[in-house]
């Protein structure tokens, strides 16, 4: 099982830029693709952008030319960078991660989320 911890989040004002941060640990993994998430309230948990372990990006059509997913393969660490930050951006933010399986015959495990870190746009 795969451990997150997430950070970063907090109160920035329009247009304003924050970067989030999520740290994998456990034992014997070995990362596949990390995604980051947001809930806003009343709605539904969406796709903000994922990253795969061949280095393919895909990010939700709202947040495209604003945020950058990166990450640190030494430090298991994934990174959101927001900028041009809207008060429609506002939300709890959840990162995912996919780890390969632990053996050749062993099946995928399930994703880990993290607690979530919350964002907050003012305008």
């Known amino acids: 099982q795969v451990q997150l911890v997430e950070s970063g989040g907090g109160l920035v004002q329009v247009g304003g830029s924050l970067r989030l941060s999520c740290s994998a640990s456990g034992r014997r993994f070995s990362i596949n693709r990390m995604s980051w998430y947001r809930q806003a309230p009343g709605k539904e948990r969406e796709l903000v952008a994922d990253l795969t372990s061949g280095g393919s990006t895909n990010y939700a059509d709202s947040v495209k030319g604003r945020f950058t997913i990166s990450r640190d393969n030494a430090r298991n660490t994934v990174y959101l960078q927001m900028t041009g930050l809207k008060p429609e951006d506002t939300a709890v933010y959840y990162c995912?991660?996919?780890?390969?399986?632990?053996?050749?015959?062993?099946?995928?495990?399930?994703?880990?989320w993290g607690q979530g870190t919350r964002v907050t746009v003012s305008s």
């Open positions: 995912n991660i996919q780890a390969y399986p632990p053996c050749i015959e062993c099946p995928y495990p399930p994703p880990s």
